[in-house]
Every structure is written in C-alpha cells, then in structure tokens.
C-alpha cells in the first residue's frame, strides 16, 4: 500500500536560511509525487510535481526537490527562506493508474525574523 | 481564470444536525474531490467524481455522508447527522480529467465545527 511519511511536523528556520522539508514515500511501482502548500484559511495549491521527467523538479517560489529513488525520499528545499514562506506544506503520493493522492501529514514552517 | 469556488467559508452545528457544503469547479474540470482534512491531518479523500459519475467513494462514511454532482459541474456534499469528530476543513478540488499527474486546484474550504 501506498503511504508518506514527513518528517518533522514544524521546522522552524531563520530568514535567508536553507529550507528542507523531508518527505519519503512507500510505494510498490515508481509514483507521481507532488508538494503542496497551503497558507491559513485557504485551500492547498501546488507548488511542484514529479511525473518521471527529470528526478530534480523546480517548482514556484524558489522552492524545488529531488526524486531520489534508492532513498525513497522527495525532499522540498529552498535555498533562502522568506518571511511569505510561513505555512504548512504537504507531500502526496500517487500510484500510476490510480487516481487520488495520498497526503502526508504536513509540516508547519516558521521562519523567524 | 476563475477558481474553485466553496461556500460556506465557516459553519457551526450542533451535533445530529444536518449541514451541506456547495462546490464549482472550474469551468471544464471533469474531475472533482473532496477531502477532508482534520486538524494536525492531511487531506483525506472522500469521494471522487468524473463527470457525474462516482470514481472513488470508498472512504466517504455512507451512513451520514452523502454527495452528488448534477450535470457534471456543481456538487454538494451533506452530512446527516453530524457527528462531533466530523469537525473538519471540507476541501473541494477539480481537475480536467483522471490523469493524476495533472495536479488538483483546490477551493478554500468550508470550516466545520460540530460542538
């Protein structure tokens, strides 16, 4: 079965720091992976997608994030951090030939002036 | 273009009561969602539609949930009656068709408190 596990669920990092948010998945067959963000009081908006094109995909804002295979993994970063960048964002899995996601459990970033 | 449009924004019931969300794609989505997100959650996707057919309703709780998509385009979803851990953020999403890697747009939500 399909699942996503983030790790941490708030990161706190300083402005102009590196932002990371970990994500690694659990699939049986190579999935979709997407990163969504959603800030307070409004829906989740896509920020990047990996389809099995190039394994690092760059997404809006200046974020991006790197399918790595042998890691299971699909890490978000950012090489600088914004103040605007303070929300929660998710990861979600998808299985090819499914048709829904599955979201993790988010990860609540706070970015201290 | 326009968004996927929610109403209501916020809602409190009492528990037993009934309540209903209204959702609208975006003009020529045929896919539409909905999940629910309970607080410290993720989404958690009740039931899908392509057109005005059922996908997915696997989770959607049919003893009090129900939801339908007239004509392909709005869609309601209702709750009867409502429980105290149905408290929620109700998120409708639309997408122009079942290949999932064209990504969801997601409406704002309807916020549901059940006290």
């Known amino acids: 079965a399909q699942s996503v596990t983030q790790l941490g669920s708030h990161v706190s990092v300083s402005e102009g720091a590196l932002v990371l948010l970990r994500c690694n998945y659990s699939s049986s067959v190579p999935p979709y992976l997407f990163w969504y963000v959603q800030y307070p009081n409004q829906g989740l908006q896509l920020l990047l997608k990996?389809?099995?094109?190039?394994?690092l995909v760059k997404g809006i804002n200046g974020f991006e994030a790197e399918f790595k295979k042998s890691e299971t993994s699909f890490h978000l970063t950012k090489p600088s951090a914004h103040m605007s960048d303070a929300a929660e964002y998710f990861c979600a899995v998808s299985e090819r030939g499914t048709y829904k996601y599955i979201f993790g459990t988010g990860t609540r970033l706070k970015v201290l002036a | 273009e326009a968004g996927v449009a929610q109403s209501p924004r916020y809602k409190i019931i009492e528990k037993r009561q009934s309540v209903a969300f209204w959702c609208n794609p975006i003009?020529?989505?045929?896919?539409l969602y909905w999940y629910q997100q309970i607080l410290g959650q993720g989404p958690k996707l009740l039931i899908q539609f392509q057109n005005n057919g059922v996908v997915d309703d696997s989770q959607l709780p049919k003893d009090r949930f129900s939801a339908e998509r007239l004509k392909g385009v709005d869609s309601t979803l209702k709750i009867q009656p409502a429980k105290l851990e149905d408290s929620a953020v109700y998120l409708c999403a639309s997408s122009l068709g079942l290949e999932i890697s064209y990504g969801y747009t997601f409406g704002s939500g309807t916020r549901l408190t059940v006290v």
């Open positions: 003009s020529g989505h045929a896919t």
């Open positions: 990996y389809t099995s094109a190039a394994t």
